[in-house]
């Protein structure tokens, strides 16, 4: 059965992996084949991991002292905290390749199960295995296709894996060590792009091997399509929201969808594991559009187009922000002292003497101080000396990741508890916006750190008091 050319199976396209020397597996930024000698590749679009942002170093004295609030998260401008590093980083941008690696669906095989990985053997072949009992398996085989870039994402350091990801803990920070057993799949998801305007990008649940092939085993969710086709979803799923009103002031929420292998979109599944698929959602598209969220099921990618991020504020505008803010002459209500936020290029230090902190329940803006302690309620726990609310007592730090930021606004937000600022149309989005956490559980988090939000919006706005003269 030939399916080449059949307009019903002609959008769930797959790419071939196998990247000749390793070409753009890194950054993906090399030249088109339109692209001119010195000219910028044609862009897709950037995926930024949300939550890329670690504890700081050194505690300083005060922090070490009994009425210590918690050690501060500091944003690294949008870098892991080992440092972006090849494959695995915080953001990747999606080029042209420099020649098409696409592939598309092309015959069915019908065959009895004991004989799948003797028609899987050929690694030139791309193909996803259905496994439908242990006698019978259906095989889709792909052939190439040229108007495609393909590109994957998923926790394996293998080349075929363009994008290294690897779980993101509440809290900022990557889980590592032995302990932390990771519920991202190895071969998570797959991208791809038509070579030709509008450079549309459509997404899909699980990625081809070393061996070019998708299996889906006995236990997998698969099912037979109405048109006689086969398609299935992956262990834990990978989960789509598309914002309302795109990326931009007026944004809100949308609704998480599961995609499929083969990119059509479903209703969640009662538990991330479970076996029974949702429903087909027939007016919803794998689509990606700018601000589009994916979940791999311990990280969650944000989709930038390249229009979108013309919008965003730039990492100038961020830092002129902040030496206005500065400018200002902030002080503190109780010492007097003149706040500053600290440069960026500081790096991942402690607060500073003129680091500002701020009451997260009332937003009151001070310099650190030992006042108000309130153990009783817990270690964190402070009283706000000018409205005599009680609350977590936290150092304010600067959003640097651009792109996460709806809008060039002042930082006059913060999230609760972490602290990290931007502005109040990006503080509220992100607070409105649950994302998924375990098997069936959702958590609004701040996009800077990854902690989950507090409090009754999750966010406050900043009350700063100028200078006394």
């Given at each position: 059965?030939?399916?080449?050319?059949?307009?019903?199976?002609?959008?769930?396209?797959?790419?071939?992996?196998?990247?000749?020397?390793?070409?753009?597996?890194?950054?993906?930024?090399?030249?088109?084949?339109?692209?001119?000698?010195?000219?910028?590749?044609?862009?897709?679009g950037e995926l930024i991991v949300l939550g890329c942002?670690?504890?700081?170093?050194?505690?300083?004295?005060?922090?070490?002292?009994?009425?210590?609030?918690?050690?501060?998260?500091?944003?690294?401008?949008?870098?892991?905290a080992s440092g972006d590093k090849g494959r695995r980083r915080s953001r990747l941008a999606l080029s042209r390749r420099p020649h098409a690696n696409g592939v598309k669906p092309d015959v069915i095989h019908h065959i009895s199960t004991p004989l799948v990985s003797k028609a899987l053997s050929n690694r030139g072949q791309h193909s996803i295995s259905y496994t439908l009992s242990r006698s019978h398996s259906v095989i889709v085989e792909y052939t190439h296709d040229s108007d495609t870039d393909m590109f994957q994402i998923g926790r394996s350091t293998e080349n075929m894996i363009d994008f290294v990801v690897t779980d993101t803990s509440p809290g900022g920070g990557a889980a590592e060590g032995p302990s932390a057993q990771s519920t991202i799949s190895r071969y998570a998801c797959r991208i791809l792009c038509d070579r030709r305007p509008p450079y549309t990008a459509r997404i899909y649940a699980a990625g081809f091997d070393a061996s070019s092939n998708i299996f889906l085993g006995e236990r997998a969710a698969k099912w037979r399509t109405p048109d006689?086709?086969?398609?299935?979803?992956?262990?834990?799923?990978?989960?789509?929201?598309?914002?309302?009103?795109?990326?931009?002031?007026?944004?809100?929420?949308?609704?998480?969808?599961?995609?499929?292998?083969?990119?059509?979109?479903?209703t969640l599944r009662d538990s991330r594991s479970a076996q029974q698929r949702g429903k087909l959602v027939e007016n919803e598209s794998n689509v990606l559009q700018d601000g589009s969220l994916i979940d791999l099921c311990g990280a969650t990618l944000l989709w930038r187009t390249p229009a979108g991020l013309l919008r965003a504020p730039t990492l100038k505008q961020l830092e002129a922000q902040r030496q206005e803010a500065n400018a200002a002459r902030p002080q503190c209500p109780v010492g007097l002292s003149t706040l500053a936020f600290p440069s960026p290029a500081r790096g991942r230090t402690a607060p500073d003497k003129q680091q500002p902190w701020v009451y997260v329940r009332c937003g009151h803006v001070h310099g650190y101080h030992g006042w108000g302690c309130r153990r009783e309620r817990g270690p964190q726990e402070r009283e706000c000396p000018l409205c005599r609310l009680v609350g977590p007592y936290v150092p304010l730090w600067l959003g640097q990741e651009a792109g996460l930021c709806l809008d060039p606004g002042p930082p006059s937000y913060a999230f609760a508890p972490c602290g990290h600022v931007c502005s109040e149309k990006t503080a509220r989005y992100w607070a409105q916006t649950?994302?998924?956490?375990?098997?069936?559980?959702?958590?609004?988090?701040?996009?800077?750190?990854?902690?989950w939000l507090t409090g009754e919006h999750g966010c406050v706005r900043l009350i700063f008091q100028g200078p006394l003269d």
């Open positions: 059965m030939v399916l080449e050319g059949n307009p019903e199976v002609g959008s769930p396209r797959t790419s071939d992996l196998q990247h000749p020397g390793n070409q753009g597996s890194c950054v993906l930024s090399s030249p088109g084949e339109d692209a001119q000698p010195g000219e910028e590749p044609i862009k897709y942002c670690e504890e700081g170093g050194e505690e300083t004295e005060a922090q070490r002292g009994e009425v210590a609030g918690p050690r501060a998260h500091s944003c690294y401008n949008g870098c892991l006689g086709l086969m398609d299935g979803l992956t262990t834990n799923g990978v989960l789509v929201m598309h914002p309302a009103g795109g990326f931009s002031e007026d944004s809100a929420p949308g609704v998480w969808r599961e995609i499929s292998v083969c990119g059509n979109v479903y649950p994302l998924p956490h375990g098997t069936h559980a959702f958590h609004a988090a701040c996009p800077f750190c990854g902690a």
